[in-house]
């Protein structure tokens, strides 16, 4: 099997926001989210708030969107983002823009894991949506600099304490 092929996309929602979401603060009614996109060479992470102050959420529809990337390779993902990135929630592309972008940076030998415990820490330069080259490169802030990266957080506790669970297999 391809080792940058999405094998797995996993969505975590809690109604408190985890050690992952870095700096936000429990609203009343709100729903926070973690991402895991998963390939045969790693594995990525993203988190955001969700929906705030809303008494319903519907998971399965709000994920629907991740369909588009499943079992593509990772180019392609990154390509359907930057395509179809504008039809979605900004929540929902820069959630899946940054997980896809850790991934790649992964694959590539280097570590964002702590971007997203830092909360969102690094940032792409010298590139972007508008660039022909398609490169990516990444450099922390200044207050990364200052923070030591954490473990990547364990699925099998994120899916004990989330209040709603979606998997793509």
Known sequence: MDQRRLSRIE????????????????????????????????SSWGA??????TKTFDLIKWSSFLRMIYHCRL??????VRTHGSEWDQTQFEL???????????????SLAGHIEQGRL????AGGRDSKGGRLYYKPSSVALQKHSYPEPDTAELINKSISYFSIL
């Open 11 to 42: 969505v975590f929602v809690f109604d408190s926001p985890e050690p992952i979401h870095y700096g936000m603060e429990a609203d009343q009614g709100s729903r926070y989210g973690i991402l895991k996109l998963t390939c045969k060479g790693g």
């Open 48 to 53: 955001c708030l969700i929906s705030a102050n």
């Open 75 to 80: 180019e392609e993902a990154i390509d359907k």
């Open 96 to 110: 899946v823009q940054g997980a896809l972008q850790d991934l790649r940076a992964k694959l590539q030998g280097k």
């Open 122 to 125: 690094y940032r792409a330069v």
